[in-house]
Structure formats: structure tokens, C-alpha cells
């Protein structure tokens, strides 16, 4: 088995931690393995979908990032049926996008919210 390093601030370890003993996992490895796998799975059921569809998009970010949010969101406008915006902590906002249109773009706009780094979650829900 590859040995691969990564680094990771406190919160994660700490949050990472307390998922493993509520869980069971035997350790950090396994719970990374099984995050990974996780995404995996997710990833592969995501680019099977094909077609014209229904869905929502949820992504919780730092306030900060709204500038940005803002950006991918004008990219995607003709996908965005309703968008909504909620402050949910003192520093962290919820956006809900429900979504329609062309599989491809909507995995695509979903990839762009997934691989910004301010992004706390990111999740696809196909209907």
C-alpha cells in the first residue's frame, strides 16, 4: 500500500478525531480511506447521470467568499432556476441553488463550487 503525506489545519484533525471514536474507525488511515472512497462513490454515480435534470446544489461557505460565489453563480445563470443566500452563523453563509438543465453543466458548476478552497461543503442532490 502507498504511503502518501497531507497536511491539515487543527479543526480538521480535531473534527477527524471525534468522527473516528464516534464511528469506530480503528484510526486516521482508515477514516481517510473511507472518506476517500466516499468520494469515490459519489463521483461515479454523479457522471453517470445524463440528460436534462432537476436538481439542488448546497454549499456552505466563509462570508468572505461571497465575491466569489458570486462570480461562479453569474456562470452558471441559466442553470439556476431559484438561488437562495442565508447567513447561518456569524461568519458562514448557506447558498441553495435549484438547479435544471444539462447534466454535464450542472456536474461542471458542481465540480467549480467543489474545488474552491473557501468552500466549507459542498453537496448535489439529483432529483
Do not use: P
Amino acid at each position: 500500500m502507498a504511503i502518501i503525506s497531507i497536511s491539515l489545519n487543527e479543526d480538521i484533525i480535531t473534527e477527524m478525531d471525534k468522527i473516528q471514536k464516534s464511528l469506530g474507525f480503528s484510526g486516521r488511515s482508515e477514516l481517510i480511506r473511507a472518506s476517500i472512497r466516499s468520494l469515490l462513490s459519489e463521483e461515479r454515480k454523479r457522471n453517470s447521470i445524463t440528460g436534462f435534470i432537476h436538481a439542488l446544489l448546497l454549499a456552505i461557505h466563509d462570508e468572505k467568499s461571497d465575491d466569489q460565489v458570486t462570480e461562479m453563480r453569474h456562470t452558471y445563470d441559466k442553470l439556476i432556476n431559484t438561488h437562495l443566500h442565508s447567513k447561518i452563523d456569524k461568519d458562514k453563509c448557506l447558498e441553495i441553488f435549484l438547479l435544471k438543465g444539462n447534466a454535464g453543466e450542472v456536474n461542471e458548476m458542481t465540480r467549480q463550487f467543489q474545488g474552491n478552497r473557501n468552500m466549507d461543503n459542498v453537496e448535489l442532490v439529483v432529483t
